[in-house]
């Protein structure tokens, strides 16, 4: 049986202070979030977390110094891990086998993305409906915006950094249906509008500059992180769902500090708002 935190979700609302001046980062509202949870449910925080990870791994492989913290392994244990990758998730394993080996699994993809499809296919098989179905569209999200870059002439495509930022962000990763429909397809939409009821809006999105299409797929997060919460009054998907907003808040509060306190703002105020305790309590 699932459980319910019925402090922890109502007590959300009070992290937002104004304007967000002392707002807890990501880190410091898991690691508080992990002391009241059960193990099975911290968990699933540490799989959010994962892809933070990720990039962690790979800049510590492409010899950079950028490190985010918001992961769940320290820079020491990753290093350590990548002669013993043990105490590793068992999709990094698997990419640190190939890497090591000097062997493409997925041929043509640079290594973030040969990490990336092993990590979705490892996270997408999950039994929380939550973590399943938001890592899904991330999944085909990244993949549509990778199918409208390979068609260019669009304003964001050519604010990309160089020619091999370009040639990277056209990359589909993944084999479910999505990923073949954007491979096989010329239509417009590459006849996703039935299935992906948000493929309008991406296409809509892409039509500006690189900004305002960073800022629109984060507002596409924000409104499918609340449609996956809608039913979920007190459970761990509350839980999942805020910290993944606190997580693109602090992103662009670094970005853009007005963004990002208008994003921490309508956090607060959705809270507020839809934490009503249910007739049944």
Known sequence: MASSYYFLVAGLPDISLDEGKNVPSFTDFIAETEEQVTGTDRKLLKLIRLPFDNDNLISILENKTDFDPKGNFSRDTLTSS????????????????????????????????????????????????FIKEWFTFELNLRNLVAGINSRKGLKHFDELATERDKAVSTMIIGRNDVAELILRSNAPDFGLSSIL???????????????????????????????LTTFSYFGIEKVLAFSIKLAIVERWKVLDPKTGRERLEMLAEELRAGFEMPVAF
């Open 82 to 129: 990548i002669k013993n990758p043990e105490i590793l998730p068992k999709y990094m394993q698997l990419f640190l086998e190939s890497y090591k080996e000097n062997r493409q699994v997925f041929p043509g993809l640079i290594n973030r993305d040969q990490l990336n499809w092993f990590f979705f296919d490892e996270v997408i098989a999950n039994n929380n409906a």
């Open 197 to 227: 009821p948000w493929t309008e809006k991406v296409l809509a999105i892409s039509r500006g500059n690189l900004l305002e299409m960073e800022k629109g797929l984060d507002s596409l997060r924000w409104e499918m992180l609340n449609d």
